[in-house]
């Protein structure tokens, strides 16, 4: 039986809340009660990897002792609006939030969710953005989480409200995006008889959920929330769907707000702080190595000066996942930014040649790797990690260490504190200097056509790499990746591991209501660089970003086609276009060059919703296009028409390896 990684529930059973949930049984049969459930069957003891050194009952102790003091603390000022008086449970559900600190919320009202509606509308703390689709609505709290460091919130109905859900779920596991998800479901009497708009969707999640749990007592609710939020942010963060039936959302009752959380067995596989002698084998394997490498991701996204601490005391060069981007500023002397299918020549030759490979916060995804036995092949490896599942699942790790990356490198720091090994690299560091001289990243010039590297280039300068970038998926994705100059953590918000098109404009909005400038919060500039393709999957949420006055700003690379296909249309399948042009048939731009037949016509669909727009065709009138963009007060789009010959290189073919490196051509090669 498949079982998912790092997942709270067992893959045996349909266990949720403390209950087992019904798949399709008869309406008179009653929800049989079943002991709550603990661990994953592959989760194992967290510290195995490292040597048993905390009794599992001591990490326990350890961890909720600290949620204990945790929540305590971000509670002290908390007052209970009703007393001790009974309120609905949708009013126990919003206050719950509250309690956890939730301000901003992504929710779209159905049947089931209305009473959920109607008690936000009581909630002096929690606004809500009304996206204009669920898959909006999550995305946009997954962009909201990512670029905040909190818990995401949304909010549907039940059925197809539900079901609209599932992609972004899915999304936020392979990125371990903190997440809640609260869906409406049909009164417990009406679950399993095909009610209308009526889905089993604990079932439908399970694969795709750290954990999920189905309410049937309205008693558990504040227990159960706050056991989601832990959920979600601990650990290996990952998103917890929460599915509330309307019955108990009209239920009266009084919360016991000081309930326990029931996750001993969980928490018992919670990582334990970092062992000394373990760190003390890599600060040797250091000392050791002549070509060392780290390859780092989205673990040391909250441990960018621990990071940073490490490189400089080492001088060891770095390289990035897509997932890290932004940790370490993208212009560091040492770093050698992205590795894999799309990363720069000098990194994965960086990869291929180094004899020591700390790999910290990453899990040895296929587009890093390639063919995985080539990957690294003369290197010692040092992988320390989070999630126990990661550690050896693809690559054998000669040093496994499974902790919290911060943790480890900050022991790691002190004990370099007494050695110098910053010298013994020099050579290294030159050789690899010189890999940068012959391989630099460069982009064609095609007189006034505008390239997309050209315009991504323009806009970093423009905001000196401090903007908050979102994107959707595609070619455009991965010249944002290569091209904008990050200078902070969390500013690179893409969909990584399950590469969600129509992610960029509701992740923008998003991370544009967590830096709105309202109520203490920061303002940050944001920009959704999207592809024509990607960004038709979710335009409707232009809407949202003019009704909630969210400052967005949209840069568009249209190239008129789904380039990513059409990139390996060119390179494997001798051009032969199978459904990846998306514009007019009987009058291609990209031959006429008549600027009516571009389609759609996105500037007049962008002022149709209010936004302001703009479309560039020539090079020379980029800059100035992108600073009024950015000048501009409130929502704008500006389209940028690019060629759509234009391939994104470096490129390592799937399941090849370095030696295989693309560094030439485009679509008007033959191959």
């Known amino acids: 039986m498949y079982c998912p990684r790092r997942t709270v529930g067992s893959c045996g059973g349909a266990r949720h809340s403390g209950v087992l949930a019904p798949t399709r049984v008869p309406a008179t049969k009653p929800v049989v009660r079943a002991a709550p459930v603990e661990a994953s069957r592959r989760s194992v003891t967290a510290s195995a990897v490292s040597g048993k050194v905390m009794k599992e009952q001591d990490v326990a102790n350890f961890h909720m002792a600290a949620t204990d003091a945790a929540h305590a603390l971000q509670t002290k000022d908390w007052v209970d609006k009703y007393g001790n008086e009974p309120r609905k449970g949708s009013d126990i559900l919003v206050q719950a939030l509250e309690r956890e600190g939730v301000t901003q919320v992504f929710a779209y009202p159905g049947g089931a969710s209305m009473e959920i509606h109607q008690a936000l509308t009581r909630s002096d703390q929690i606004t809500n953005y009304l996206c204009r689709h669920e898959q909006g609505e999550i995305f946009a709290a997954e962009g909201f989480a990512k670029c905040s460091g909190k818990v995401g919130v949304c909010i549907a109905t039940s059925g197809p409200g539900a079901t609209n859900l599932v992609t972004g779920l899915a999304d936020a596991m392979l990125d371990s995006v903190p997440l809640v998800a609260i869906t409406g479901q049909v009164p417990r009497r009406f679950i399993g008889t095909d009610a209308f708009q009526e889905t089993p969707i604990v079932?439908?999640?399970?694969?795709?959920?750290?954990?999920?749990?189905?309410?049937?007592?309205?008693?558990?609710?504040?227990?159960?929330?706050?056991?989601?939020?832990?959920?979600?942010?601990?650990?290996?963060?990952?998103?917890?769907?929460?599915?509330?039936?309307?019955?108990?959302?009209?239920?009266?009752?009084?919360?016991?707000?000081?309930?326990?959380?029931?996750?001993?067995?969980?928490?018992?596989?919670?990582?334990?702080?970092?062992?000394?002698?373990?760190?003390?084998?890599?600060?040797?394997?250091?000392?050791?190595?002549?070509?060392?490498?780290?390859?780092?991701?989205?673990?040391?996204?909250?441990?960018?000066?621990?990071?940073?601490?490490?490189?400089?005391?080492?001088?060891?060069?770095?390289?990035?996942?897509?997932?890290?981007?932004?940790?370490?500023?993208?212009?560091?002397?040492?770093?050698?930014?992205?590795?894999?299918?799309?990363?720069?020549?000098?990194?994965?030759?960086?990869?291929?040649?180094?004899?020591?490979?700390?790999?910290?916060?990453?899990?040895?995804?296929?587009?890093?790797?390639?063919?995985?036995?080539?990957?690294?092949?003369?290197?010692?490896?040092?992988?320390?990690?989070?999630?126990?599942?990661?550690?050896?699942?693809?690559?054998?790790?000669?040093?496994?260490?499974?902790?919290?990356?911060?943790?480890?490198?900050?022991?790691?720091?002190?004990?370099?504190?007494?050695?110098?090994?910053?010298?013994?690299?020099?050579?290294?560091?030159?050789?690899?200097?010189?890999?940068?001289?012959?391989?630099?990243?460069?982009?064609?010039?095609?007189?006034?056509?505008?390239?997309?590297?050209?315009?991504?280039?323009?806009?970093?300068?423009?905001?000196?790499?401090q903007a908050i970038i979102t994107t959707g998926v595609g070619q455009h994705q991965m010249w944002a990746a290569q091209w904008y100059p990050y200078q902070n953590p969390r500013t690179w918000i893409s969909s990584g591991g399950l590469g969600s098109m129509g992610f960029g404009l509701p992740a923008a909005l998003g991370c544009a209501a967590a830096f709105d400038g309202k109520n203490g919060r920061e303002k940050r500039i944001v920009v959704d660089i999207d592809g024509d393709g990607s960004f038709l999957m979710n335009c409707q949420e232009m809407a949202t970003i003019v009704i909630e006055q969210l400052d967005v700003k949209i840069l568009l690379i249209n190239n008129q086609h789904l380039g990513?296909?059409?990139?390996?249309?060119?390179?494997?399948?001798?051009?032969?276009?199978?459904?990846?042009?998306?514009?007019?048939r009987e009058a291609e731009f990209h031959e006429t060059h008549n600027e009516a037949d571009i389609y759609p016509n996105f500037v007049m669909m962008a002022q149709s919703f209010g936004v302001t727009s703009k479309r560039v065709l020539r090079k020379d009138d980029v800059r100035a296009a992108i600073r009024l963009m950015l000048d501009t007060p409130g929502p704008y789009l500006l389209e940028v028409m690019t060629p759509h010959v234009e391939h994104v290189l470096p490129m390592i073919p799937g399941g090849a390896s370095f030696k295989d490196i693309i560094t030439e051509g485009d679509g008007e090669t033959e191959y």
Request: proline residues 7%; charged residues 25%; hydrophobic residues 40%.
């Open 203 to 465: 079932e439908i999640t399970r694969q795709i959920t750290k954990h999920n749990y189905l309410v049937m007592d309205v008693k558990d609710l504040p227990r159960i929330i706050k056991e989601a939020f832990f959920l979600a942010k601990s650990g290996r963060p990952g998103p917890v769907l929460v599915d509330l039936p309307k019955d108990l959302q009209q239920m009266m009752a009084v919360p016991d707000w000081d309930a326990p959380m029931v996750l001993r067995g969980y928490m018992s596989r919670l990582a334990p702080p970092p062992r000394e002698p373990v760190l003390q084998s890599v600060v040797e394997a250091i000392k050791a190595a002549k070509k060392p490498i780290l390859y780092y991701g989205g673990g040391c996204i909250d441990a960018p000066d621990e990071l940073k601490e490490f490189i400089e005391k080492t001088g060891i060069p770095l390289t990035s996942t897509f997932m890290g981007i932004g940790t370490v500023r993208a212009d560091h002397p040492q770093h050698l930014n992205m590795l894999g299918m799309h990363g720069t020549v000098y990194a994965n030759y960086a990869v291929d040649q180094a004899d020591l490979l700390l790999a910290f916060g990453v899990r040895f995804d296929d587009r890093v790797t390639g063919k995985l036995e080539e990957f690294a092949k003369h290197a010692t490896i040092v992988h320390i990690d989070i999630d126990t599942a990661e550690i050896n699942k693809n690559k054998h790790a000669h040093i496994p260490v499974c902790s919290d990356v911060k943790p480890a490198l900050q022991m790691l720091n002190r004990l370099l504190d007494s050695e110098d090994v910053k010298p013994l690299f020099q050579e290294w560091r030159d050789e690899i200097s010189a890999k940068k001289v012959e391989f630099p990243m460069r982009f064609p010039q095609r007189g006034q056509s505008i390239v997309p590297e050209y315009a991504i280039s323009v806009l970093g300068e423009e905001t000196k790499g």
């Open 564 to 584: 990513m296909v059409m990139q390996w249309e060119d390179r494997f399948y001798k051009s032969n276009r199978a459904h990846t042009y998306l514009g007019r």
